[in-house]
């Protein structure tokens, strides 16, 4: 009954009269009307809401029990041990709190432990279930998903039968040598290697450029490259602008762990996937708007899945828009040597090697695992102009450093120019002849791809082969590929494509006659979608 | 005199009115209508329901208020670098001066000008400045200017880094040895994309090594093991794993200096330290632990594991069985994990029996989800370079998390294959392990007696491959300062680079971990002679 009685209140208006109703008891009963009636009233009847209200906060802060769902169900590769399996997710059931309930792990953690959901991973997963082999397994899945070159392996195999031993552990015995591979060493790389990489990063760029060793930090493969300029660029919940298509595995590499978010910024067809400084601006603004704080933009050249390059224009332009907005440009250019077209490719630090510009701002990525076709080596490279960026980079690459027998084995490969220049001349006709060849073959299939002159791969446009123009006609057709053609291809969604019916081929890792093959198996998928549309 | 009407609730008006008679002067205020006009969201405090929504409002305003202010705050400035030991010892930070002045000076520029120059993380920042301890100091003047007997006989010996030479002739024969580059490695295997958590030949061989070790008593499971490369990033992985940011983990000390940057670097996740004493021979006691976990709860922080080193680093001491198990039931009464590192599992050099959390696990039917053991090949196979860290872990979340986060940290797959065929060869592992106890234990047993002739006592200890010093006696004021100055006059004056107790977290000051495996046995008296002219000077000052 302490509720007042119901009035509207003009009624309440007309018949109020400064000597209404008076049951002095009510007074007792409610809270606070002393302070609130009394002087200060204003000011006390809100502050004391509020501070009720903050303590309320706080408390909720403070007793909040864990999170539910963090502690999912085991992923699916465990399956294999379904006895512990059932035991432990049973037991994840009881109430958490209870002293012997399960353990938990961070909530970080069971987000990342999840089966895989993008369709790139999966993909993936599948094809190592069930590889494709000429002679053993026939009706395997064929690899297009994975962007790996194999059409060198044989240059490189003679190279290592004739040096390995020698590299690395030195022509003059091994007690010289033990001491130059066992004990620790500089975890950003040693710099023999980096002077090595240099050497080899302007050789790759046509000479074009010099890079200079004491700007570069050694990683474990271009992907904690990324990531670690992630942390150094990037506090949590900040942000960075991606044009898409992009290579799926950003989403792990610049967010997983360091809580920084990518914003898309869609690029189209009738652009040929080329951004533009007006989207950028946009996504800019509205990232703003919404109270994130953009601190770069993250960019890949040639470009990862499309496979065109940045023209010089447009470096200019995003240099400008970077300044203008004062954030970072992260360029990846793992792709810089595996060029197959007659353009130029123009590395951003050509750019800055001209131009007086601000530098602090440039950090560009790059790795031996595309362009070397060494990805099991682990071997990533940034190089950076900003001095806080390299020192806090170097301190971090504890967690990601380089094997020293590696180290020491490429550090003569990468020297010996007379190697590297014929691979790399021998490469470049090799991946032209496969592309012209695999591209050629999904021409008479009446698919057609993006204008590309760089990577592993080709961006083909399968949107003739949709049921829907949706991203669920495309992962239907994706379906398809993967379990009628048995092709894994990566479709344009897991690369936050948005225009639906795109499609990442990887061809480097196919001899010329699985091309046929493929070609043919697509060509059955193709026939039936035909028919039904 | 206005406000007091303006927000009077819309019951309290009522009440209000029941006062009127007794309250006069009131009533001509009430009275004044004009007022009201002025007045904003009086209609709606003054209307039905004015006590509800005269609370509700100010509350919606002030949390949009919170609201705007999380969502506008400017970069949060990098939180103040942990106020390193050294700060206390004046001549230190000249150290470490020429590094530092000019990320410095580029900070304190207004970070808002468009066009200024880009700025990084604060955590990128805060990783920049609080880099600098004396472990850190001292193991760069290591390196700058290294002793060797002939080369430069006035150099710096180092007696900071837990790095093994004493077996290295053995390794770098079998490589001479063992020619199997070039012939035995396919191409397939060693340049294309392998799985990113390590081959499964390198676990089924690292398995085998591990209970070789340990001397048979365990057996591991290889499908346990997630390869990384070091043990450093296994341990950051499994800091990831098992703690969100703000979480806290419970580590005795003294314990390895590293472990501040490996579990909270970037993980954001908080180190509790929980002391222990010379008193007790710095062994760990639950009543420390459970005194630790109910203050950190009571400060709001959530405590998700405990971490402990065994054999200890830096003290050398090893857990015994009775304290694993009391060790599990703590964690399990707390409901938190157990992450064992037993890196020095191999180097043990005492008498004393090794007892790995693996061991315990295997014997009872425990609770296995919360133990996480790390270890790797830096240490007991003497090749740090190599770079090869293990997590073994019973969770089957965290393996599945830690698979997929080695795609930052996986291990060269030329590396690995030549790990494979060295651990495969049993007769010389065996060997190898024998060899450098023994080596061990000579270097320890005379490195401890020489220490004892200048009248410093070593904690007895029985894993590892340094001592922990008592240098009490010679710290010129019985305090982290005190200890910081003798570390100064060692490094600086004679010339020998080891680790002060407070770079450990230690609580007593003067302890000092001294690092003997990279010495060779003729070092020793050269060392003796170096502290001797410290230890002589301290005492007849005193």
Not at chain 1, 244 to 251: A, I, L, M, N, S
Not at chain 2, 39 to 55: A, C, H
Not at chain 2, 73 to 83: G, H, I, K, L, V
């Amino acid at each position: 009954m302490t509720r007042p009685r119901p009035r509207t209140p003009e009624s309440e208006s007309e018949t109020r009269n400064p000597t209404g109703g008076g049951a002095t008891a009510m007074r007792l009963i409610v809270p606070l009307q002393g302070v609130v009636q009394g002087r200060g009233g204003l000011i006390l009847g809100s502050l004391i809401p509020c501070a009720l209200f903050y303590f309320f906060q706080l408390y909720l802060k403070r007793h909040r029990s864990p999170k539910p769902g963090s502690n999912p169900t085991s992923p699916s590769q465990s399956s294999s041990n379904l006895s512990d399996l059932q035991r432990s997710s049973s037991r994840s059931n009881l109430s958490s709190r209870g002293s012997i309930g399960p353990v938990q792990v961070s909530s970080r953690a069971s987000s990342i432990a999840k089966p895989n959901d993008s369709p790139y991973y999966i993909g993936l997963d599948r094809v190592s279930g069930d590889p494709y082999d000429r002679l053993d397994n026939p009706n395997g899945i064929i690899q297009l998903g994975l962007s790996e070159n194999r059409l060198c392996f044989d240059l490189i195999e003679k190279w290592l039968s004739e040096n390995t031993k020698d590299s690395v552990m030195g022509r003059d015995g091994a007690d010289l040598s033990i001491g130059g591979i066992a004990p620790y060493q500089p975890s950003d790389g040693l710099m023999e290697f980096k002077v090595a990489m240099a050497g080899f990063m302007s050789q790759v760029m046509g000479r074009a450029v010099s890079f200079d060793p004491s700007q570069m930090v050694l990683t474990a493969g271009a992907t904690p490259a990324l990531e670690i300029l992630c942390f150094c660029l990037a506090d949590p919940g900040n942000a960075f602008l991606v044009p898409t298509p992009y290579y799926p595995g950003f989403d792990r590499d610049m967010r997983w762990r360091t809580g920084v978010e990518l914003i898309p910024v869609h690029c189209r067809s009738t652009d040929n996937f080329i951004i533009s400084i007006t989207a950028l601006d946009q996504a800019f603004n509205q990232t703003r708007k919404r109270g994130i704080k953009v601190r770069g933009i993250l960019i890949s050249n040639p470009s990862n899945p499309v496979g065109n390059l940045l023209p010089r224009e447009t470096l200019y332009n995003l240099l400008d828009f970077a300044r203008e907005k004062n954030i970072h440009i992260v360029s990846d250019e793992i792709f810089a040597g595996s060029m197959y077209g007659s353009e130029e490719f123009v590395s951003m630090a050509e750019i800055l090697d001209m131009e007086d510009i601000d530098k602090n701002r440039i950090h560009i990525v790059y790795g031996l695992s595309k362009d070397l076709a060494l990805p099991g080596f682990r071997v990533g490279v940034i190089y950076s102009f900003n001095e806080s960026v390299l020192v806090a980079a170097k301190k971090l690459t504890r967690f990601s450093s380089i094997s020293a027998p590696t180290q020491r084995l490429l550090i003569s490969m990468v020297s010996d120019t007379r190697f590297i220049q014929e691979y790399i001349e021998t490469n470049k006709k090799r991946i032209r002849e496969m592309h012209d060849l695999f591209v050629e073959g999904l021409k008479q299939l009446g698919i057609k791809c993006a204008q590309s002159c760089a990577g592993l791969y080709c961006w083909a446009d399968m949107s003739g082969l949709i049921s829907f123009y949706s991203e669920k006609g495309e992962l239907e057709l994706w379906d398809k590929l993967l379990n009628i053609a048995k092709i894994n291809v990566t479709p344009g969604s897991a690369c936050h494509c948005i225009e639906p019916g795109w499609f990442r081929c990887c061809f480097t890792t196919l001899s010329q006659e699985d091309v046929v093959i493929v070609i043919e198996r697509i060509r059955k998928v193709a026939e039936t979608c035909k028919i039904s549309s | 005199m206005t406000r007091t009407r303006l927000f009077r609730s819309r019951s309290s008006e009522e009440k209000e009115e029941e006062q009127q008679q007794q309250h006069y002067s009131k009533h001509n205020i009430t009275t004044s209508t004009g007022m009201r006009v002025i007045v904003p969201l009086q209609g709606v405090v003054q209307g039905r329901g004015g006590l509800f929504l005269g609370s509700v409002i100010p509350c919606a305003l002030f949390y949009f208020f919170q609201l705007y202010l999380k969502r506008h705050r400017s970069q949060p400035n990098p939180p103040p670098p942990q106020p390193p030991p050294e700060n206390s010892g004046g001549q230190l930070a000249e150290v470490s001066v020429s590094v530092l002045p000019r990320s410095l000076s580029r900070v304190h520029l207004p970070p808002r000008s468009p066009g200024g120059p880009a700025y990084v993380s604060g955590r990128a920042n805060s990783i920049v400045k609080g880099g600098d301890s004396p472990h850190d100091i001292g193991l760069r003047k290591a390196l700058e200017d290294p002793y060797h007997q002939s080369g430069n006989p006035d150099g710096v010996i180092q007696l900071g880094l837990a790095e093994n030479k004493l077996s290295l002739d053995l390794v770098g024969e079998w490589l001479a040895k063992n020619a199997i580059f070039g012939e035995e490695l396919s191409i397939g295997g060693i340049a294309s994309y392998q799985p990113f958590d390590g081959l499964m030949e390198l676990k089924v061989a690292v398995a085998g090594f591990m209970s070789q070790v340990m001397k048979k008593s365990v057996f591991f499971n290889p499908s346990q093991i997630i390869l990384t490369a070091g043990a450093t990033p296994a341990i950051e992985m499994l800091s990831f794993c098992l703690a969100d940011t703000g979480n806290a983990f419970l580590v005795p000390t003294p314990y390895y200096p590293c472990f501040d940057r490996d579990v909270k670097w970037r993980t954001g996740v908080e180190i509790i330290p929980v002391p222990c004493r010379s008193a007790d021979n710095f062994s760990l006691s639950i009543t420390a632990l459970d005194r630790a976990f109910n203050q950190a709860k009571k400060r709001g922080t959530k405590v998700r594991g405990i971490i402990i080193s065994n054999p200890s680093n830096p003290v050398g001491s090893l857990l015994d069985r009775e304290t694993l198990y009391s060790l599990l039931d703590f964690a399990r009464e707390k409901n938190i994990h157990i992450v064992s590192n037993e890196l020095f599992a191999g180097s043990t050099h005492g008498n004393e029996e090794f007892v790995s959390m693996a061991e315990i696990i295997d014997l009872e039917d425990l609770d296995r989800n919360r133990v996480h053991i790390v270890y790797g090949l830096s240490k007991d196979l003497s090749l740090p370079g190599f770079r090869v860290g293990i997590i073994y872990s019973f969770n089957d979340n965290v393996l599945a998390a830690a698979k997929k986060l080695t795609r930052f940290s996986s291990i060269s797959a030329l590396s690995q294959r030549l790990l494979v065929f060295m651990l495969s060869d049993s007769n010389f592992i065996q060997q190898l392990i024998e060899i450098n106890r023994e080596r061990l234990r000579r270097m320890y047993i005379k490195f401890v007696a020489g220490l004892k002739q200048l009248e410093i006592e070593c904690i007895k200890s029985h894993g590892g491959f340094y001592c922990w010093a008592d240098m009490r006696g010679y710290i010129p004021s019985y305090s982290e300062k005190g200890e910081l100055e003798l570390w100064d006059k060692l490094l600086n004056i004679a010339k020998v680079n080891v680790t002060p107790g407070s770079c450990c977290h230690c609580i007593e000051p003067g302890w000092f971990r001294f690092c003997f495996t990279t010495l060779t046995e003729k070092d020793i008296p050269v060392v003796m002679d170096r502290i001797r002219k410290i230890t002589e000077t301290c005492k007849s000052h005193s």
